[in-house]
């Protein structure tokens, strides 16, 4: 299969690398400038979780484009949140009838998420993996399992695509009946972890203080309404970030689910992308329906602070 990513950030890369080794040509859609910036390779230090856990260290090469073709089999999209709305709309003029997998958080209604596109040409799915890149160097990793919406009338077979695709790379399908749902609620998740990555500054020191935790249980508290408000259903992780005692939230994330060592605290820590946007977007759909998020504000409100701050020193 010939695959198209657009952008050659950290999930893109890692997926794109599992498919050529899988046997299949991947190639990158960059912006104007960033072909001669990025270069023609770039070197992985990344976990491979679909068997065991393998470190993988390898300068890679890589085919990168600053324009775009309707060659492909597929093209994936996994940009930034904010990028999608910009992505979309080229993709409606260069894409032709290629079909499309975004890959991807999403904080809006599917269809006006990917307008001008259309429906019928696209597939909603969410990885398992993170990390970030620096000086031209990937940290992360991914994991087994990823996350693909059931087929729609008229989707099925670009799932069957995406599904050969994934499942050709030894990846693991989790099914999600109503994607719109599960993005809805893992974007507030996001929201009321960046709410305390703001507070402290960066990823990886969320993963080392010992009040990040059980905060994130008290945020996911004030953002509850809006997710209701909106339609939303309450899924169970959500539920158990509220209902679960702050302290006990507390110890339960540093102990078991990011456990030092543990593939999840290392894609967080090797995250070094900005936070912010997913609390502003909650907090902007708060304030449409007058619901208060004191918790999340408050902490828009003091990085902008410390912004300012530090412009005016510089």
Known sequence: ?????????????????????????????????????????????????RRGKQLIKENWNVKLHEEMSPNY????????????????????????????????????????????????????????????????????????????????????????????????????????????????NHFAMNAAIET????????????????SFANLGKNMRGIIPVLKARGAKIDTISLLLTKIPPALLGTLFNKVIFAKGSLPRLFIEYNNSKAGFAVLEVVREAKKLGIPLPRLTVAIENNEQDKAIENSKS
């Not at 657009?6 to 104007?32: N, P």
């Not at 305390?196 to 203080?209: I, Q, R, T, Y």
């Open 1 to 49: 299969m010939r695959i198209l990513f657009f952008g050659r950030g950290v999930i893109s890369t890692q997926y794109a690398w599992a498919f050529e080794k899988a046997g299949h040509t991947v190639e990158f859609y960059v912006r104007k400038g960033r072909k001669e910036t990025f270069g023609s390779n770039i070197e992985l230090e990344m976990w491979d979780a």
């Open 73 to 184: 089999d597929l093209i994936i999209v996994s940009v930034n949140t904010e990028q999608l709305p910009k992505a979309a709309q080229l993709l409606s003029t260069a894409a032709g009838n290629t079909p499309v997998l975004i890959f991807n958080n999403v904080w809006q209604d599917l269809k006006s998420s990917i307008s001008p596109l259309s429906m019928n040409n696209v597939v909603f799915g969410f990885p398992g993996g993170g990390g970030g890149i620096a000086d031209n160097r990937l940290r992360g990793g991914f994991l087994k399992m990823l996350f693909l919406e059931k087929p729609r009338e008229g989707t099925e077979h670009i799932n069957n695509k995406v599904k050969e695709l994934f499942e050709s790379a030894h990846f693991k399908i989790s099914w999600k009946k109503d994607m719109q749902n599960w993005l809805w």
């Open 196 to 211: 305390e990555v703001l507070k402290l500054g960066s990823f990886p020191a969320l993963m080392n203080h010992s009040d």
